[in-house]
T-cell receptor, first 110, second 113 residues
Framework: GQQLNQSPQSMFIQEGEDVSMNCTSS?????WLWYKQDPGEGPVLLIA?????ELTSNGRLTAQFGITRKDSFLNISASIPSDVGIYFC??????????FGTGTRLQVFP | KAGVTQTPRYLIKTRGQQVTLSCSPI?????VSWYQQTPGQGLQFLFE???????NKGNFPGRFSGRQFSNSRSEMNVSTLELGDSALYLC????????????FGPGTRLTVL
């Protein structure tokens, strides 16, 4: 099935460091979403973006909707141990199905 | 407001059997989507139901089917289970509008032996 290109695939960082991950697509989307998934649980919505160029923050998280509508990035500042998990981007056009990225596995060491 | 609930949380079946998974959306949400998540393929869309009608469908074989009831609860059925059907099955709900974001349930972990 179709997936978005998400990078990096995994990250191992020290507590307190900033994190950046991005997602690219060959298709244009109207909506970009970022989710976090803990082991054995469903993805939890972190940030939703609806407009090209939009920059939205949620606490230590900041995400941007690329102006080409084909990419998005997520930044996490001052990482803490509970940031550990898998982060997924997802793109959507209208009411079409969500297309998910391949995921970025984040590991934070104290 | 209660979140999306899925039952059962864990299930073990053998090849050839069939299985039914259940999803109750957030109250007021009319759209339910189902996804299959495996380590190799990631999150793959199965189908979406809105107001009891299938609105979107992914590229899965006919062994995978679903339905939605008038109270928006949805069920997913997999017949003639194969080993490769072992996965985390997630459902997500929205109110159904174009800009509505999807909220996921905790998933049902299906293991096929």
């Amino acid at each position: 099935g179709q997936q978005l290109n998400q990078s990096p695939q995994s990250m191992f960082i020290q507590e307190g460091e900033d994190v950046s991950m991005n997602c690219t697509s060959s298709s244009i989307f109207n909506t970009w979403l970022w989710y976090k998934q803990d082991p054995g649980e469903g993805p939890v919505l972190l940030i939703a973006l609806y407009k090209a160029g939009e920059l939205t923050s949620n606490g230590r998280l900041t995400a941007q909707f690329g102006i080409t509508r084909k990419d998005s990035f997520l930044n996490i500042s001052a990482s803490i141990p509970s940031d550990v998990g898998i982060y997924f981007c997802a793109g959507q056009k209208g009411t079409d199905k969500l297309i998910f990225g391949t995921g970025t596995r984040l590991q934070v060491f104290p | 407001k209660a979140g999306v609930t899925q039952t059962p949380r864990y299930l073990i079946k053998t090849r050839g059997q069939q299985v039914t998974l259940s999803c109750s959306p957030i109250s007021g949400h009319r759209s339910v989507s189902w996804y299959q998540q495996t380590p190799g393929q990631g999150l793959q869309f199965l189908f979406e139901y809105f107001s009891e009608t299938q609105r979107n469908k992914g590229n899965f074989p006919g062994r995978f089917s679903g339905r939605q009831f008038s109270n928006s609860r949805s069920e997913m059925n997999v017949s003639t289970l194969e080993l490769g059907d072992s996965a985390l099955y997630l459902c997500a709900s929205t109110s159904g509008g174009a800009t509505d974001t999807q909220y996921f349930g905790p998933g049902t972990r299906l293991t096929v032996l």
